[in-house]
């Protein structure tokens, strides 16, 4: 079992920057993702980072803005946010066990941020 914890969320102006990050108690050696929810929405795909952190995956609308990597010794992954957009306003979630670009893939999950972007 692996509980997850996520920080970091905000308020910013576009074109602004946050980092999120999420602690992860339990199992550490998974591979972990942030999967954001905007409302009205279905859950989205923003990136993954396997076990090791030599391996990335990123969604077309973050890529080149976002970075996900990982600290093993600190137990905790991170999501560093560029040039922020309106659009990239959504509950952001941790989210552990897979590397897949598919939401439904990954088994435990954390309680969210909220990152709002204001135009």
């Known amino acids: 079992q692996v509980q997850l914890v996520e920080s970091g969320g905000g308020l910013v102006q576009a074109g602004g920057s946050l980092r999120l990050s999420c602690t992860i108690a339990g199992r550490t050696l998974y591979g972990m993702g942030w999967i954001r929810q905007a409302p009205g929405k279905e859950r989205e795909f923003v990136a993954a980072i396997d076990w090791s952190g030599g391996d990335t995956k990123y969604a077309d609308s973050v890529k080149g803005r976002f970075s996900i990597s990982r600290d093993n010794v600190k137990n905790t992954v991170y999501l560093q946010m560029n040039s922020l957009k309106p659009d990239d306003t959504a509950v952001y979630y941790c989210?552990?066990?897979?590397?897949?670009?598919?939401?439904?893939?990954?088994?435990?999950w954390g309680q969210g941020t909220q990152v709002t972007v204001s135009s």
């Open positions: 989210a552990a066990g897979s590397v897949s670009r598919d939401p439904r893939d990954y088994g435990s």
